[in-house]
């Protein structure tokens, strides 16, 4: 059998005993196959229903970061917020069905790639407020739901979010393959500017943008990738989901290229959220600062032969993209 | 020196074939990676261009903002020694003196790797 037929084999095995009735799977396709994890969308049909689902499979080989069950459980989380997120159907830590650890999850219908969902905006002058205000109500809906409530696994900063932030990204210039003044003096900008300890602590997505959305003709469907989900500073979702490098050149329109952060504030106030601006500047700052370092270790993995590969080596020709944001952005601090 | 062609010449070459007849030849996953490598080409056949008088703007904008003399010294070392006067701390009129030779640097690296990327400065979000 080849890898295809065995993990459908293994899908329509595993979903016959969750359900307790005859399975047939159908329509699989392989999303995306990285190192870290693999997507699989298939449709699994009990009796004459059809059910669309995505299963997400961690490669028994790759280094698990966190337990299967940990990724799932923030789904869950998010959803009985009132968050759109997929709804999760089953997860199962046994990798003798599919190779790996796994959750199964509601396929939901609609676009995931950005220049896609830019398409759909230019389409319909309405989508790009809505969707930015939509975005705002449901980063609001997580950011108010009790974190008591996440799992107990859940990464959180030992203190203030603010400051772990500073110092874990201190550690990354200071271990930067070739210095990069440009990093230096924005972390001096932004200990500077730093805000005081947030009011009170949420459970952020981490990576809310413009490639991580299900976005339809109605606006948003649901966030994906939940996996560096973690306690922290509301504000941080926000700032990183006005970062440049997820606007996909629509440059002007601040929120993920498709809205304005005056959407993006009035949605996230509307369900009852408390916009900050000082802090989301710093947050988009930061986040912008973190994605270049993010984007230089992808060349080191490149180079030190842990992750060789064009693409990592590539990033690091964009590190200077990363620099001239985050130049411009804290430019005041400088004048 | 080579013979020609170039290696800005040889790059443009490389970069073609790569975006041409390889890129309608692959899909998905190899697909992507060879329109990654045609735009390493491009980057590098500018690079071929402009990289040594990036450089040497480079050594002059540092050895500026640092108060040193540029002569005999590498945009490298010239780096090291700024981000450990950062580091430091405290000095206001340094971090002043090293956010517009940063900003040119910057843009001298822009012109190689991202053309047109300084296009967007931010103005109408900074508050």
């Given amino acids: 059998m080849n890898p295809v037929e065995q993990t459908r084999a293994g899908l329509a095995a595993f979903l016959a005993k969750e359900w307790d009735a005859a399975v047939e799977v159908e329509s699989l396709s392989v999303a995306s196959a990285g190192a870290r994890r693999r997507n699989v969308l298939f449709d699994a049909l009990r009796g004459g229903e059809r059910v669309p689902l995505v299963a997400t499979i961690i490669p028994s080989a790759a280094v698990q970061i966190m337990p299967i069950e940990l990724e ?44 896609q969902i830019l398409r759909l905006v230019e389409a319909d002058a309405s989508l790009g407020p809505r969707l930015a205000r939509q975005c705002g109500d449901a980063l609001a809906k997580l950011h108010a739901a009790d974190p008591a409530g996440a799992h107990p696994r859940i990464t959180r900063p030992a203190g203030d979010p603010i400051e772990a932030t500073l110092r874990a990204v201190e550690a990354l210039v200071r271990g930067l393959l070739q210095p990069s003044p440009a990093f230096t003096l924005a972390l001096r900008a932004l200990e500077r500017m730093r805000p005081p300890p947030p009011a009170r602590l949420a459970v952020v ?131 | 020196m080579q013979d020609r062609p170039t290696a800005s010449e040889l790059l443009q070459a490389v970069a073609d074939l790569l975006e041409g007849e390889l890129l309608a030849a692959t899909k998905g996953g190899l697909q992507h990676q060879v329109r990654v490598a045609g735009n390493l080409c491009r980057i590098l056949e500018r690079e071929a261009r402009q990289g040594a008088d990036a450089d040497a703007r480079e050594v002059e904008a540092l050895a500026e903002a640092l108060g040193e003399a540029p002569a005999g010294r590498d945009a490298l070392s010239l780096s090291h020694a700024l981000v450990a006067r950062l580091d430091a701390g405290g000095d206001a009129a340094l971090e002043k003196r090293a956010w517009p030779a940063l900003v040119g640097i910057v843009r001298g690296k822009l012109a190689i790797a991202k053309p047109g990327h300084d296009a967007w400065d931010f103005t109408a979000e900074l508050d």
């Avoid at chain 1, 046994?94 to 396929?107: H, K, N």
């Avoid at chain 1, 930061?286 to 370092?293: D, V």
């Fill in chain 1, 72 to 115: 799932a459980s923030h789904l869950r989380f998010a959803e009985a917020a009132g968050m759109p997120a997929p709804h999760v159907h089953a997860v199962c830590d046994d990798a003798s069905w599919l190779g790996g650890p796994f959750f199964l999850t509601a396929r939901v219908a609609g676009e995931t790639i950005p220049r």
């Fill in chain 1, 205 to 335: 997505h981490g990576d809310f943008r413009n490639g991580n959305l299900i976005v339809g003709a109605d606006g948003l469907r649901a966030a994906l990738d939940w996996e560096i989900c973690h306690i922290g500073d509301p504000m941080e979702d926000l700032g990183w989901l006005c970062q440049r490098m997820w606007r996909f050149r629509n440059d002007a329109l601040e929120v993920g290229g498709f809205g304005a952060r005056a959407d993006l504030a009035a949605g996230y106030e509307a369900a009852g959220g408390r916009f900050d601006a000082a802090r989301f500047r710093w947050w988009k700052a930061m986040g912008t600062l973190r994605w270049g370092l993010g984007l230089a270790g992808q060349a080191k993995a490149h180079l030190d032969g842990s992750v060789p590969s064009i693409v990592m080596a590539a990033s690091g020709r964009r590190v200077a993209e990363l620099e001239w944001d985050v130049l411009m952005l804290l430019r005041r601090s400088f004048a």
